[in-house]
């Protein structure tokens, strides 16, 4: 069984500070690897992607990604109040086609 | 724009009753899925289509049923409701390629009692 796995949370931040956000992932072949953010009562919205080791940058997000450990991180900086949300890891595993696996997500919670 | 809806976004049934679930999309994406998302599970994949006439079977899709017809619609259908299909149900396509990201319908909330 593929899995990707996230701490529920709820993860509680101050406003201006470093959001980090973890997902492990249980196939090794896995090759493409995202995060969405879910607002409540909204659907995901396609946030980062990232396929090859190190970090990729964007604005204010970074995804990292180490296959070796099986790992994928979000680091969100200068976390604001409106970056609440539940943040969804899905994983591409290998030979799933276009499949995604999604992780159950983090909760981020920005206080002002 | 291009974009993906879905139609209802609010539906209540009774159990028993066949439901069809409208997704659209405008991206010329061939690859189409079907997502519901529950508390304490997360998204779980129904059914996904990877173009016209092409149907494949998702972790949880016994109950429900898809047809591809044309390229901007795939509709889920709820053969017979029942209570366990309550639930919020996504919309997400995707394009031909090694890039596979997928995009998101904003969702219908279905009730069945």
């Known amino acids: 069984q593929k899995e990707v796995e996230q701490n529920s949370g709820p993860l509680s931040v101050p406003e201006g500070a470093i959001a980090s956000l973890n997902c492990t992932y249980s196939d090794r072949g896995s090759q493409s690897f995202f995060w969405y953010r879910q607002y409540s009562g909204k659907s995901p919205e396609l946030i980062m992607s990232?396929?090859?080791?190190g970090d990729k940058e964007d604005g204010r997000f970074t995804a990292q990604l180490n296959k070796a450990s099986q790992y994928v991180s979000l680091l969100i900086r200068d976390s604001q109040p409106s970056d609440s949300a539940t943040y969804l890891c899905?994983?591409?595993?290998?030979?799933?086609?276009?499949?995604?696996?999604f992780g159950k997500g983090t909760t981020l919670s920005v206080s002002s | 724009d291009a974009e993906i809806t879905q139609s209802p976004r609010h539906k209540i049934t009774e159990t028993g009753r066949q439901v069809t679930l409208a997704c659209h999309q405008t991206w010329n994406h061939n690859n189409m899925f079907w997502y519901r998302q529950d508390l304490g599970h997360g998204l779980r994949l129904i059914h996904y289509?990877?173009?016209?006439?092409?149907?494949n079977k998702g972790e949880v899709s016994d109950g429900y049923s898809v047809s591809r017809s044309n390229t901007e619609d795939l509709p889920l259908t709820l053969e017979s409701a029942a209570s366990s299909q309550t639930s919020v149900y996504f919309c997400?396509?995707?394009?031909?390629?090694?890039?596979?990201?997928?995009?998101f319908g904003p969702g219908t909330r279905l009730t069945v009692t």
């Open positions: 990232i396929y090859s080791n």
């Open positions: 289509s990877y173009g016209v006439q092409d149907t």
């Open positions: 899905a994983v591409n595993p290998w030979q799933a086609g276009t499949a995604l696996i």
């Open positions: 997400a396509s995707s394009a031909v390629g090694a890039v596979y990201e997928q995009y």
